[in-house]
């Protein structure tokens, strides 16, 4: 097991495209063993690929110390399949140490997605998985949080990581 660094906002591999997983195999599994242990190091509480470096459709999730019926999932090739509602939430990300701010999406999601068995599920979810899910997701496509925000909030997060020698990241 190990803690893998986290790719900061500035860094290219944040924004690139990424590919399926071809073989869920001992490799991914070890990758997914390893993200769980960084977003936990971090108190993070889902991780996409493209964070620790990896241009590969997968991210997990840990939900055991916000609900009740927590648990901690690994999501490989996802497809969200559909959403509904829309609700407000305060986001961060371990690629924008110390940055939180409301963001508005689907307040439902519902995703197709292999597991590290390489079984295919479809699962149904709201509340804060819903949510983690849908960030994470976006990660998979070149697109982060930040960008829900307009110029002037833009500035203000960069100026945050800026000042805390965090940003312009050196990639
Ligand atoms: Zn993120």
Do not use: W
């Amino acid at each position: 097991m190990a803690i893998l660094p986290v790719r900061i906002y500035g860094d290219a591999v944040l924004r690139e495209i990424t590919t399926p997983v071809q073989n869920i195999d001992e490799t991914i599994n070890a990758l997914a063993t390893n993200m769980f242990a960084t977003q936990a190091a971090q108190r993070g509480i889902g991780l996409a690929a493209p964070q620790v470096g990896l241009r590969l459709r997968m991210f997990t999730a840990d939900t055991t110390e916000l609900v009740k019926d927590g648990g901690k999932y690994v999501f490989i090739n996802p497809e969200i399949i559909d959403t509904a509602g829309s609700a407000v939430y305060e986001e961060g990300c371990l690629s924008f140490p110390g940055v939180y701010f409301d963001v508005r999406r689907p307040k439902k999601a519902g995703i197709r997605y292999y597991d590290l068995n390489g079984s295919e599920h479809e699962l149904e979810t709201d509340g804060v998985l819903a949510r983690i899910i849908l960030h994470e997701y976006d990660h998979l496509d070149g697109r982060l949080y930040i960008d829900t925000l307009d110029d002037a909030g833009k500035e203000k997060v960069e100026e945050s990581l800026r000042e805390r020698g965090l940003f312009p990241a050196r990639s």
